[in-house]
Antibody
Framework: EVLLLESGGGSVQPGGSLRLSCAAS????????MSWVRQAPGKGLEWVSG????????YYGDSVKGRFTISRDNSKNTLYLQMSSLRAEDTAIYYC??????????????WGQGTLVTVSS | QSALTQPASVSGSPGQSITISCTGT?????????VSWYQQHPGKVPKLMIY???KRPSGVSNRFSGSKSGNTASLTISGLQAEDEADYYC??????????FGGGTKLTVL
């Protein structure tokens, strides 16, 4: 059974930093691209960042480019999102999502339960 | 403002069919056959319903179907049921970007 378990969310002040983790199990983690997708309260889904499985190539949405860094540790089956210079508009539930392929295809077949990040003074 | 355009809401009666459109550009939907659709019930995690434009994952009802014409992808739900009431999001591969979502459509079963 594929499981994705996010952690690391919480409350932080504007300008602060936070690191999210996503522990994966039930599949060969290194063989699949992974992404972070967020959903602000009452809003739609927004793709944040992704990393391919084979080459480790990294991709970012325009709204987080230069502030967020995605990484993966295939030995620990874990995906990370380092978030810095956080803004109020980054407040959202952050989901970890598995792609159907090793390349970034934007076909997300499994999602974690999400972790809430609140940016507020 | 989302990269893909969806209607904010659609509605239908039980047993009817509805179609949700998802309009992109030649840089995403129009070029790549990598459109996916997600169903999200309130407070729940998104669920993959259609991928690669028209393929259904195992376990998804065959009442759900997908298609594409030009820069517009569509999700059709036939034999509408109360449990289909949810938010639906389209998503497309977009090359260098590389992922874009639609703004979401709220489906109401009357």
């Amino acid at each position: 059974e594929v499981l994705l378990l996010e952690s690391g969310g919480g409350s932080v002040q504007p300008g602060g930093s936070l690191r999210l983790s996503c522990a994966a199990s039930g599949f060969t983690f290194s063989s699949y691209a992974m992404s972070w997708v967020r959903q602000a309260p009452g809003k739609g889904l927004e793709w944040v960042s992704g990393i391919s499985g084979s080459t480790g190539s990294r991709y970012y949405g325009d709204s987080v480019k230069g502030r967020f860094t995605i990484s993966r540790d295939n030995s620990k089956n874990t995906l990370y999102l380092q978030m810095s210079s956080l803004r109020a508009e980054d407040t959202a539930i952050y989901y970890c999502a598995k792609d159907l392929d090793t390349a970034m295809l934007s076909l997300f077949d499994y999602w974690g339960q999400g972790t809430l990040v609140t940016v507020s003074s | 403002q989302s990269a893909l355009t969806q209607p904010a809401s659609v509605s239908g009666s039980p047993g009817q069919s509805i179609t949700i459109s998802c309009t992109g550009t030649s840089s995403d939907v129009g070029t790549y056959n990598l459109v996916s659709w997600y169903q999200q019930h309130p407070g729940k995690v998104p669920k993959l319903m259609i991928y690669e434009g028209s393929k259904r994952p195992s376990g998804v009802s065959n009442r759900f179907s997908g298609s594409k014409s030009g820069n517009t992808a569509s999700l059709t739900i036939s034999g509408l049921q109360a449990e289909d009431e949810a938010d639906y999001y389209c998503c497309s591969y977009a090359g260098s970007r590389p992922v874009v979502f639609g703004g979401g459509t709220k489906l109401t079963v009357l």
